[in-house]
């Protein structure tokens, strides 16, 4: 028997998360063995902040005293800055252990996901998936497949820091008034908030397949939260740009987090709309690349995600030296889609009512 029930990270006893912990590393160890996980005390924290902007719910599936699987949402905090664009709008997760799999257990979690949609008038679920499993499921339960990210590496030993150079050199067109601006380790908050409105302007012409999307804004309680988490941590996050006065022509950052020292990852590259087509994509890129491994000479790689269809970011990063390390795709969902797949499914389980109510 599978008992479905939410959880709720602070009111769980210590014997719910121990059995937290061991699926998650599980989990980790079987679908994506390459990536690190944050310390016990630390995900208990994370999970237990009270975020600016958005709030969270999860479901695990119980059998006996083990969690076979789970499914949670994150979706847009109410009473934030414009709610009403994001009101509509959840992003999902969802995984059960590689044994408990074919049981009908990833079926059983969608009823409380789809029930919580409904009563928060959500119309929009999106998941991603980079395994064969989760391709599968998602399909199956009517999931229309709308994006695909490509994330690629670059081995530090391998890169040609010499066409590095060489393209950072010549990134200033002769007949532009450019210059550099470089934030390394953090933004100011005053240039941050100056910022922001041409991030959003940036941000609205990211290529994001068909995928049904509210506007990604730039939004400083954003920024503010994550920068309070580099520093309890320890971290940093790299902004470099080329900037005309002070407006932005192209712009790459990177974050590097010390719990995980071995890796950075590169961010946003982006190059306004005025100064396309003329090299400065590869210059940023290949500026932020030096500047990485002069700040941190000890990594492994660099590890970026762009979309699949970005065509010209795809060719500069394989000359760069970054090759494809997975592919994951977002399918998105509306609560009667998955009311129509449970609908043609018999579960076989009970649901227990939170703590307290």
């Not at 709308?146 to 007949?175: F, G, T, Y």
């Not at 503010?224 to 941590?233: G, I, P, T």
């Amino acid at each position: 028997m599978i008992e479905v029930r939410p959880f709720d990270p602070n009111s769980a006893t210590p014997a719910e998360w121990a059995a937290v912990h061991v699926f998650r590393r599980a989990r980790n160890e079987e679908d994506t063995p390459d990536e690190p996980l944050p310390e016990d005390a630390e995900f208990e924290r994370q999970t237990r902040h009270r975020w600016p902007l958005y709030d969270s719910r999860r479901w695990h599936a119980w059998a006996g005293e083990e969690i076979a699987g789970i499914i949670g949402s994150t979706f847009r905090r109410e009473g934030t800055a414009d709610y009403n664009d994001y009101a509509a709008y959840l992003y999902g997760w969802c995984g059960v252990r590689t044994h408990r799999r074919r049981q009908g257990i990833a079926t059983d979690l969608l009823r409380p996901l789809r029930n919580f949609m409904h009563e928060r008038h959500k119309s929009v679920a999106t998941f991603e998936t980079s395994a064969p499993d989760g391709h599968a499921f998602l399909t199956a339960i009517g999931g229309a497949l709308k994006h695909e990210q490509i994330e690629s590496r670059a081995p530090a030993a391998n890169v040609d820091w010499a066409l590095l150079a060489r393209w950072r050199d010549a990134a200033i067109p002769k007949d532009a008034q450019l210059h550099w601006e470089i934030h390394a380790d953090r933004v100011p908050r005053e240039r941050i908030e100056s910022l922001i409105p041409q991030f959003e302007a940036l941000n609205a012409d990211l290529p994001l397949g068909e995928l049904d999307s509210p506007p990604i804004r730039s939004e400083l309680p954003a920024w503010l939260a994550w920068y309070e988490e580099l520093d309890r941590h320890g971290g940093d996050h790299t902004l470099i740009m080329l900037v005309e006065r002070d407006a932005i022509a192209a712009v790459c950052e990177s974050a590097w987090d010390s719990r995980y020292p071995d890796r950075v990852y590169q961010m946003l590259t982006a190059v306004a709309r005025p100064w396309r087509g003329r090299g400065l994509a590869k210059g940023v890129k290949a500026a932020m690349m030096r500047l990485i491994h002069d700040r941190h000479p000890d990594i492994r790689f660099i590890a970026t995600s762009n979309a699949n269809v970005n065509a010209p970011i795809l060719s500069i990063n394989k000359r760069l030296g970054f090759a494809e390390h997975r592919r994951t795709a977002s399918y998105q969902i509306g609560p009667d889609a998955i009311s129509d797949f449970l609908g043609r499914r018999v579960a076989n389980v009970r649901f227990k009512q939170p703590r307290g109510s």
